[in-house]
């Protein structure tokens, strides 16, 4: 990565958080940094969890990477998922962006544990135009309760990936309700 | 309404807002009130372009109420709109929140207007189990650029409504956009 | 209030939320709603909690008021808050909205509870511009760990208030951090 | 930056958005990027407002470092700007955070538009602990009317920097107000 054109960078996975500014890495633990999930089999744990989640299979999204404190979720376009102007609505890309930043935290949750959403706020850079949308989550914060993720949002045209949102969000981390698995 | 079980209340139409607290009536206008609304076919320029939002008949959903400032749409619950624990998603009732705070906005706007969601936040506070959900959008403050909306969710199950999640946003007009209408 | 003014209207208090629409009073109970506080030392709990907040003096601003899932906060205008234009900071108004919701939640929080805010979102709905100002916050659900706010700040002048910020946020209760009380 | 410890990261200034993912950089352009500030006097428009921002002096807080599309603004620790628990109040963090947004935003806006916080939603990830903080705020999409920006805020002790809020926001340029410049 030439440094010209990196001039500030966070990285914001689970082990680390680095700002990058005019050249200089400065490397910064995250508060609650974990170095290994608690458990190891966490991507099955958030595949067959992502399986019951109905909804992706109505709207055609898809799991495209599960990794410590990282999650990504695919959508093909689809003129039926529309707005009044023929792009995607933002409630469909929040959909996918929130379960990105859910299982995001959900990689890094104990094994008996579920997830739900407490909150999440979501601003929308340009019109959901495009191939396919891809929503990248990463937790900034695993805690024992409360998570916090971001997602990203892409749209992909010609194999050109544009930011089309970006979302905040708060997950919690719930274990004493036998009602709620996964 | 009894006073000893009405202790604070907003009234947030367009028209006035209200805040009672303790039996005590205080009115204030909000910002940017607006009497009537610019455009008296506000209510068909709304159907028309719920209409053309294609996820609301994929999902199901309906325009349920358009007066002045105020949206209701309708979803029943679907099995097919769940997440893992056979809720309904909370980015499918973010869905509908959306277009209820949009929609609200978009029936003080000129004629002319686009509306566009730049951003919203929700807040889930119960599970979204039900037979059917409503989302009811209010207008807080009407700009001539930004508009400033809450919408509520309800859950409906056996004739009661319960709340189920909240939704602050923000709208805007787009009028100088020939691709935009509606 | 007579019905001509009064198109929609929510009750927030703890106990009961009201949807007025179109002269027709629905009452929904709150999720979580909870007739009385756990702990009839609420007000004082409060009083020693805000005084405790070395910002509040700082500021200048005053707890005006504490009821169950309700608490005030005003602030009288100072040339030394101001943002460039000469009103007063939006984070200065978040203050004191974060306060008020934080309180709020707290008031039906158990003896032993500490309150921190989680998360905020404020939208700014007009320049705060005023004599004083004062945050009104409410609790909209009341669970064991999470409770959810909505603030309303209003500036005040020459007798009439107007609405000018809005907040959202989420509130935790931590029971067992013995660093922290209040 | 050495391939292991940096799985992903975004670079967010106004040139070019790059996630990092598993060492494999992918760039991206973002919706509004710009290559140059409109202004090339834009450090000192910063500047000047900055100096108008009475609560920043009230605070002690000032500006370190203005670039194009980014703006830190640092805040030593002070006991009169409490919570309850001795930690700075959250609404003081949001201040410098707000400010760190909308002057990077400012950065980028023509010379004679002036800059106003439209809504801002803030996470706190840990308590504000640290002999001083500096608020990291970027651009993610610089448009002609609103801006949406993020902001890090981090806790320094011993030199050692802790990510504690972060937050996202938008941002609007007004440039049709002659009561507004800067």
Known sequence: MPDNV????????HHLLTLRLRGTVRRMSTPDSTAT???????????DSFALQTVMATLGAALSRVAPGEVDIALPF????????????????ATILDSACGY?????MPADAAVLSIEFKINLLSPAAGERFIARGRVLRSGRTISVCQAYGFAI???????IATMQGTMM??????????
């Open 173 to 182: 981390c719930v274990r004493d309700n036998p009602a709620l698995r996964g």
């Open 37 to 47: 999930p608690q458990d190891p089999r966490f991507e099955s744990r958030v595949r």
């Open 104 to 108: 995001a935290a959900f990689t890094l």
């Open 6 to 13: 990196a001039e500030a960078c966070v990285e914001f996975n």
């Open 78 to 93: 689809r003129a039926d998922l529309a707005q009044q102007h023929g792009f995607v609505h933002a409630g469909i890309l």
């Open 157 to 163: 045209s010609g194999g050109a990936e544009k930011l």
